[in-house]
């Protein structure tokens, strides 16, 4: 898998009508299929008085993970027609719904895939598409004595962490996956080793 990848930058919606059918395209960011499955999930409940809830994604793992479903439209209509737009801008990490309130007229599978497409594509403009690279999270645990050496590396390496002091301090830190080793080595190096550093 390539280092950087597209997904879209936040949380995007929108919404308009076709032959009386009112559509609205929900797309987020996502880490993980979990991730995913719990927006759908969520917008699924938040909308349960909707015709229709047509689900998408596409998750980085290994392979590649993509899912769509018709939510009851006629096959190959809905779901297809969504994931289709995510696969075309070539977003990856990123889970969209299409919420369909049923206006009285039957638009035909051509009609349906037309609108489930343009839902998801106004959704992922309104939300914004971004280059990102795969991160992860890291926890570091430092005695008191190591934690300003610590906090040094971190905010020279530009990486976003944050800090809990208890007995000992532990640092949270979001780094991307490419500069993992590099970092924990110059952690380990600056602390003679006493750094407990652990994958979250």
Known sequence: MTETYRTVETRGEAAFEERGSRFVGRI??????DEAEAFIEGIATDHADATHNVPAYRVRADPLREYANDDGEPGGSAGKPALT????EELENVAA????????TNLGV???ARAYARAVKVAVED?????SRPHETVVVEVEYDDSGTVRGILESADVEFEARYDE?????VRVPTTENDDLRDRLLSATSGRADIDVE
């Open 28 to 33: 987020a960011p996502v880490g993980s299929v």
């Open 110 to 112: 051509g009609g349906l």
């Open 127 to 131: 939300a914004g598409v971004v280059e």
């Open 97 to 104: 719904v299409v919420t369909r309130y049923y206006g009285g």
């Open 85 to 88: 737009v995510l696969q075309r």
């Open 168 to 172: 000992r301090v532990a640092f949270r």
